[in-house]
Each structure stands twice: as C-alpha cells, then as structure tokens.
C-alpha cells in the first residue's frame, strides 16, 4: 500500500467510524423518543350523524390524520335514534371503539359501568386546557361518582325557539319575549285552512328532554331533587302543560304525537310551521333551505319568576373508551377534537357553540346572532341552571319508558296531565333513593 493511501485511510476510516456510531445513536434516539413512530389505527364512534356531520367529521380526521400521518382513524357515526343501542351492546360484548363522541347524560352510566378511562392525567398536562370553560370541566366531574374527569366538552348546545321571521313581519309581530307572547304568536300564526299551523310539539323519539327543558323555562325552579322529592310535579309544571298542551291538534297537527325533530325541521323550513323549539344545531339545517331574512333564533322565554332558567351540562363530549390498546394516540385525537383549530372548524360547520374560550373570541362567533342569542341566555347574570340526576343509572330509561310514552297518552287523551307527572315524578325519586340507599351503604362520596 503506498504512503498516500495509508494516510488516506488514516483520515478517512476515524470519520467512517464516527458518521457509523452517529447513525447507530440516531436509530437508537428514534427508539427512545417513538420516530418513526408506529402506525396506529382508532376506531371512533359518534353519537349523532347524519350527513352534514358526517361529512364534517371526515374533513376534520383528514386534517388530523395529515398532521399525525402514524395515526388512522375509522370513523363510523350513528343517527342519534340508534346510537345508545349501538354503544350498549358494544360494551356488553367488550367491542367498544377507542374514542367516541357521546351526551354529557351518558357519563355518569358508561362510568358506573367502568367503560371509560379517566383523562385528568392527560388535560392537566395539556397546554390548551385551561382555555376549556371550567364550569363544563367542573360540571362533568361532578357528575361522576368518583369526581374525576371522563368527557371533555367540545360543543355546547341550548334549546331555542326557532321563529319563521319572515311571519312575524307578515302578521305584523314584534318578536317572543313573554309566554304570553308565545302562546298568542302560536295562535296568530294558525291557519288550518291552509294547513298552516302555529307550532310544532315533538310528540315522538326524544321528546322527554325537549319537554323537560320548556317546563322549567317556564317555572324558574333551579333543583330538580329537593330532600329527595321532585320538582317535576310541581303545580307551575302542571300549570304550564295545561296551556301548552292544549295547543295540539288545534294550532298543531294531529301528526304531531309521533313527530320527531325531523319532521318538525322539515315541516318549519317548508312552511308547515311558522314556530318550533329546537336546539341551535338545527341552524346548519335551516339555513340550507331558509335565507337569513326568513328564520332566527329567540331564547325560551323568562320565567314565571323573571329569570331565564336553562338546561346544565347541555355539551357533547370526547371520551376514551376502557380496552383502548392506544391510549397516547387516543389522546391526540381527543385533543385535537377540543382544541382551537378542532372546535373552530366543528363548531362552525354545525352551528353551535365551542367549549374553548379563543373560539368563541373568533369573528364567526361574534357574527352570528344565533350563537350571540344562546350566549346572551349563558352570560346572563341572572340566569339559573337546573341539573337533570344524569347520575341516576335509570335516568334515560325513565325518560324512554316512561316519559315518552307518557306524553303520548296525554295527548290522545288516555292520561291526565297530573298522573302524567306523577308517574314521571316517582319514578325520579325511586330511583334516588336507591341511589341514596346505595351510596349510605357503600358510604361513597356523592
């Protein structure tokens, strides 16, 4: 070998060896630190789809799966009818998906039945956290046993009566701001000769809630238990029912007793109804078919008693489901559902309002009147919130079994509305004082 290859080999081998030992500690750093990180696939279930949600939810794990290329989500979504069937046999089989979207009224029954996995340990070490309205964090861990956090809160909801606009300047109406002025808009609108009526009640699937929701608008009561006795029975309920009842099948139609959100949307957008009470989701609906001169949203009513009285805990929530072999890369998802980038492009599509405080800061928000009416309801000083038992394990059982039906004897006639409000009362507090019984035998904390 000659004298200048040697020296050659001299300065090339050492650096050879060293660029080796960097490659060896680089696949090793990859190692430690999870890049490449492993492909993983989540399987997310959602509570409510349909087509426009659908199509958003798409949108939204084509952004995530971009920026977290190891992470494949399959979405599949359930229309809201069939989506509690769909979760409950799943759990009963133990093939839940990894992430889900649900009720905050599902929380406290998947907790009991040990189907979610606590996320405390992952939001308190998550920069965006303290931008989620601590009020919906407080509430969602209240309501479970254990007090710890099992939903995080990405949309928010309020019922509101939704009002043709364009009517209300034909009939020469000002706007609903009393229960007096309900009932009399309602009446003004009828014209049952041209099959055009004043309201629409949601005699069918989901009626329980809606119905709850306009009851207590009406009475102001903020306790829905008190020294375990319910509210539901209250005379200003009854009071209340008797007026508003009396409305169907004379400034409704008599289809009303099966009708559910969708048909009273439908019959609202097309000119059937000229008023129905609804949630402000249904606004991506509405505008689809109605231009903005012809709708808009008012709050339920005050109260007997002068304040607005609301539904608590009315969100939607990302959950972690127990069985999850990817719990990091179910976080991911879950955070970025709820955060800013998430929320702003969920909220916006479907019309409601976020959880996350820089959002709701955004033009979008600021611009829509619907979303500023509900927030005008929420920021209300004086606005009271009542907290339907979603801890009770048989609370949406009562509402299915009980309530729903009951409502439709009522309106055929078959029951008054005093035992219907007993029979629901009851049950309420039955299942309260088991719950009691049990937490005195357990001595857990409520």
């Given amino acids: 070998m000659s004298s200048l290859r040697k020296t050659y080999m001299l300065y090339v081998f050492p650096i050879c060896l060293l660029l080796m030992l960097a490659g060896c500690s680089s696949e090793e750093a990859e190692k430690v630190d999870g890049s490449p990180k492993e492909d993983v696939t989540l399987t997310f279930w959602f509570d409510d789809a349909g087509p426009l949600r659908t199509a958003i939810w798409k949108e939204l794990i084509a952004t995530f799966e971009e920026e977290h290329p190891h992470i494949h989500i399959e979405y599949e979504g359930f229309v809201k009818d069939i989506a509690k069937p769909k979760f409950n046999s799943a759990l009963a089989m133990q093939a839940l998906p990894d992430v889900g979207s649900i009720y905050t009224s599902w929380l406290p029954e998947y907790t009991n039945r040990e189907a979610l996995v606590p996320l405390d340990s992952y939001f308190e070490k998550w920069e965006e956290g303290d931008k989620i309205a601590e009020s919906l964090i407080s509430y969602n861990r209240n309501i479970s046993q254990d007090h710890q956090l099992y939903g995080l809160p990405y949309t928010r909801n309020m019922d509101v009566l939704w009002v043709r606009k364009d009517w209300l300047s034909n009939y020469e109406l000002d706007t609903i701001d009393t229960w007096n002025d309900f009932f009399h808009t309602v009446k003004t609108f009828t014209d049952k000769e041209h099959q055009q009526y004043g309201y629409s009640i949601r005699g069918g699937e989901g009626s329980s809630l809606q119905l709850q929701r306009m009851m207590y608008a009406y009475s102001g009561i903020s306790t829905y238990i008190k020294n375990g006795e319910s509210t539901i029975d209250d005379p200003l309920h009854v009071e209340f029912l008797e007026k508003y009842l009396s409305l169907y099948d004379l400034h409704t139609s008599r289809n009303d007793i099966v009708k559910d959100y969708k048909g009273m949307l439908d019959n609202f957008e097309h000119g059937a109804v000229g008023l129905i009470q609804h949630n402000i989701g249904s606004y991506a609906e509405h505008q689809k078919v109605l231009s903005p001169d012809q709708f808009q949203a008012l709050p339920l009513p005050k109260s007997v008693n002068g304040h607005y009285t609301v539904e608590a805990g009315n969100t939607m929530d990302m959950v972690m489901f127990e069985g999850t072999d990817h719990p990091e890369e179910a976080w991911t998802f879950i955070s970025f559902i709820a955060s800013q980038k998430g929320q702003s492009h969920w909220n916006k599509r479907v ?12 033009a979008w928000v600021q611009n829509s009147p619907h979303l500023q009416t509900a927030l005008s309801v ?6 009271k919130m009542y907290e339907p038992p979603f ?27 005093e035992q219907f409000l007993k029979e629901w009362s009851v049950a309420i507090e039955n299942e309260y004082a088991l719950y009691e019984k049990y937490h005195a035998q357990t001595g857990s904390a409520e």
């Fill in 351 to 362: 019309g409601q309002l976020p959880t996350h405080e820089d959002v709701l800061e955004e």
């Fill in 378 to 383: 929420y920021q209300d000083p004086n606005t």
């Fill in 391 to 417: 801890y009770l394990i048989a609370y949406n059982s009562i509402r299915y079994t009980i309530v729903e039906p009951g409502l439709q004897e009522v309106l055929s006639g078959t029951k008054t509305i």
